[in-house]
């Protein structure tokens, strides 16, 4: 009884071993598959990417199906993101993720004082500075402060059927990510 225990100890832990090594052996191919690499083989920085289209597979992941997305990756160092759109959706929301794709930051049409998407992105001395001296083309903005250097921003417009597909989809694809 006691040799059968440690057979299977014995086995238990290199198998273990088996699994580790294979683990770390697979890391490098897995990490170049971030959402942040999938993007940039997509587009520059500030450039809008569409994360789902009718037909095509999504760049990040299986969407959900009520909902059309685009995305935007940054660099704070470069100055202040600025993103905004025109027109208007039933529901988008948006959120910032640093660059491993933590959230930090997350928000909707509801916390914009008219429902339009028109944010700005900045780090918190950026936003001492802007704050300083504000210029107009910020005054409706949603400022959202992120202790961050690199993000990518995901916005998110709700789907409610078939027939509202074109306008969202041209909603999105208005979708404006500068530096400023």
């Known amino acids: 009884m006691l040799k059968q225990i440690a057979y299977a100890l014995i086995v238990g832990l290199v198998g273990a071993g088996i699994v580790h090594i294979a683990i770390l052996l697979m890391l490098p191919s897995f990490s170049e598959r971030d959402a942040w690499s999938k993007l940039a083989a997509s587009a520059d920085l500030y450039g809008v990417t569409r ?3 009718s037909g095509a597979p999504s760049v990040l992941g299986t969407p959900d199906p009520f909902f ?7 660099d704070l160092s470069e100055g202040i993101a600025h993103l905004k759109a025109a027109g208007a959706v039933p529901f988008w929301s948006a ?7 933590q959230n930090v930051y997350s928000f909707n049409d509801r916390t914009s004082a008219d429902g339009s998407l028109d944010f700005v992105i900045a780090t918190p001395l950026q936003m001492t500075e802007v704050r300083k001296n504000l210029p107009p083309e910020f005054e409706k903005s949603v400022f959202v402060e992120a202790p961050i250097a690199q993000g990518i921003v995901v916005i998110r417009s709700f789907v409610p059927d078939a027939s509202w597909k074109p306008g969202i989809s041209s909603y999105l694809d208005g979708v404006s990510c500068n530096i400023e």
């Open 95 to 101: 959120s910032v993720y640093d660059r491993n794709g």
């Open 68 to 74: 059309d997305a685009v995305s935007c990756r940054f």
């Open 51 to 53: 994360l789902t289209s």
